[in-house]
């Protein structure tokens, strides 16, 4: 193993490297990104400590202006002095809320192509950067596609044999065994917390049917397609891979937006509880993935209210239902509070958000320069709102994408954290990627969210970590600097100077 050589030779020297500074890459006078390559990614240095002594807080800054992470410390003042400050925020450690499992990515074909592109060193880093839960963004979780999404080189599944209802011609695919598999291993490796689910774009074609391209399940294959579960779990643990839970599949409500596309595939509310209800539970309840969750939904809120009580009501499919995934792309039209409606109702299922990205690919287009900051500032806020409306998480789509943000099949060129460059054998981490650094690497699973006060102009969050650590994010949404007081009765205040648009994450014991 050639491979694996190499990179114990260069663990030393990662350990070494590690430095706080953005290698920039600017695009008229504009910080678009951070450059990394096999020898060079900014990261948090290895020896820093988490916490720093009692009477001070870790402060970490990221801001359109270009600061990346910029570390300081700053202290508390006991007794309240001179600060005219434009915000006053209260933290209040007593009221506690939902727990985090964790943040992550996508390993999609796609994904794991650009990322197998780049030499083994280069791999290595945007692997770290990622999933290094000390330099790195402390990524939890990952989610892997089972067979092709749309960010794939080819249309398959793992039985393309028509009416092979014995699925005796199963099998994973050369992307599984090249662009999936070792990266999801790697990240294991890297960051051994780290959980996978997986998530089925269709189903084999001959299993459904086909009303002018809208597709659903059969009704005579619901157990097949439970079956092909299965042997989805089987095949990757085998591969020393299990999967945390099993969604229900992706984006049931694509079928209807657009047709003729086999890289989708319908389901009813009612339909996807009666399968749940008759099918997947019991066989998965009964099989030794019997710890599997399963992970209902899998779609935009805007039409989880619709299926939230068929799929808990239903039969007896809420029994084996653990949570539901939400999706982020119609969240300007439908409102967070659906989630606390689904909180309230069903308190004992859990939320989480499997699916969010930017697009179209603005990469090489002079439009870069405006977008990337505010991309990021939408995931940073997008997180934020996740956080207080009961989602234990937060999953990006694609790890990376190539300077096209594509290739995908159907021609919907996205954007991602991580841009990959081959020739160059590089890669640039965009104001995204430091988005979900500011709450995953800070955030550990186990943390739980508490209540701060928050204000239109500063947007906030807070957490406890099972250190009992206190992790306080902000943003500064205006184009001026705010003087910010942040009240913590157990220690004090804490008085700063916001940055115009900045994210702010504050650690401290
Ligand atoms: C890698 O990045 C570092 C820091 O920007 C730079 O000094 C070095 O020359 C780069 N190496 C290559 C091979 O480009
Ligand atoms: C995709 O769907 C078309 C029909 O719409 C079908 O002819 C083709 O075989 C499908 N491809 C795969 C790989 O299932
Ligand atoms: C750049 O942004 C403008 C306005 O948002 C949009 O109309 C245009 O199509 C974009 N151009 C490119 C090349 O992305
Ligand atoms: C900040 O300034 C930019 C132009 O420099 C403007 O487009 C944007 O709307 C401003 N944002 C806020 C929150 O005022």
């Known amino acids: 193993m050639e491979y694996t050589k190499t990179l114990l030779l260069l663990t030393f020297l990662f350990n070494k490297g590690i430095a706080n500074d953005c290698a920039p890459y600017r695009v008229e006078n504009v910080l678009v990104a951070c450059v990394c390559n096999a020898t060079y990614c900014d990261g948090i240095p290895e020896n820093r400590p988490e916490v720093p002594k009692i009477g001070s807080s870790h402060w970490y800054q990221s801001n359109r202006d270009g600061l990346r992470l910029k570390w300081s410390e700053v202290n508390f003042n006991k007794i309240p002095q001179d600060f005219s400050a434009d915000v006053t925020l209260a933290i209040n450690t007593e009221n506690k809320y939902q727990r985090i499992f964790g943040f992550g990515g996508a390993f999609s074909d ?6 197998a592109s780049l030499s083994p060193a280069t791999q290595e880093q945007l692997m770290r950067t990622y999933y290094h839960p000390r330099t790195g963004s402390r990524y939890t979780l990952g989610r892997i596609p089972i067979g092709s999404s749309d960010f794939s080189l080819r249309r398959y599944t793992y039985d393309d044999t028509p009416n092979d209802v014995l699925l005796k011609d199963f099998s994973l695919t050369q992307e599984d065994i090249r662009y999936k598999i070792p ?3 790697r990240a294991h490796l890297i960051n051994p917390e780290t959980r996978f689910f997986g998530a089925a774009w269709t189903a084999p074609e001959w299993m459904k049917s086909d009303n002018g391209g809208l597709s659903f399940l059969k009704q005579e294959y619901y157990q097949t397609y439970a079956n092909y579960m299965m042997k989805f779990l089987d095949s990757y643990a085998r591969h020393d891979i299990r999967m945390w839970a099993l969604s229900t599949g992706n984006e049931p409500s694509d079928a209807y937006m657009f047709k003729n596309r086999n890289t989708t595939m319908g389901w009813t509310p009612k339909a996807m509880a009666n399968w749940i209800a008759n099918n997947l539970g019991p066989t998965l309840t009964s099989s030794r993935f019997r710890h599997t969750q399963i992970m209902a939904f899998d779609d935009d809120r805007s039409t989880l209210s619709k299926f939230t009580k068929p799929m808990f009501m239903q039969e007896n499919s809420g029994q ?4 539901v995934g939400v999706h982020w792309y119609q969240d300007d039209v439908s409102s967070a509070t659906v989630l606390d409606q689904t909180h309230n109702d069903y308190p004992e299922k859990f939320i989480l958000m499997t699916e969010a990205s930017n697009g179209p690919s603005v990469w090489n287009t002079p439009n870069v320069t405006s977008e990337s ?6 995931y940073f806020l997008s997180i934020m709102q996740y956080m207080r409306h009961w989602s234990i998480g937060w999953v990006d789509w694609n790890l990376a994408l190539d300077q096209t943000g594509g290739p995908n099949l159907v021609d919907l060129h996205r954007d991602a954290a991580i841009i990959v460059n081959a020739e160059k054998d590089e890669f640039y981490k965009q104001p995204m990627y430091y988005a979900i650094k500011h709450f995953s690497r800070f955030v550990p699973r186990g943390s739980q969210r508490i209540s701060i006060t928050d204000t239109d102009t500063v947007k906030a969050t807070a957490f406890v970590t099972p250190l009992r650590e206190t992790v306080v994010v902000l943003y500064n949404r205006a ?9 913590d009765f157990r220690r004090g205040n804490i008085q700063v100077e916001l940055s115009p648009q900045s994210m702010n994450t504050f650690k401290y014991k």
């Open 110 to 115: 796609v994904a794991g192509y650009h990322i």
């Open 183 to 185: 990266f999801a291993k």
């Open 320 to 323: 084996y239902i653990a949570g």
């Open 373 to 378: 900051w505010l991309r990021g500032e939408k």
């Open 479 to 487: 184009n001026t600097t705010q003087r910010v007081v942040l009240q």
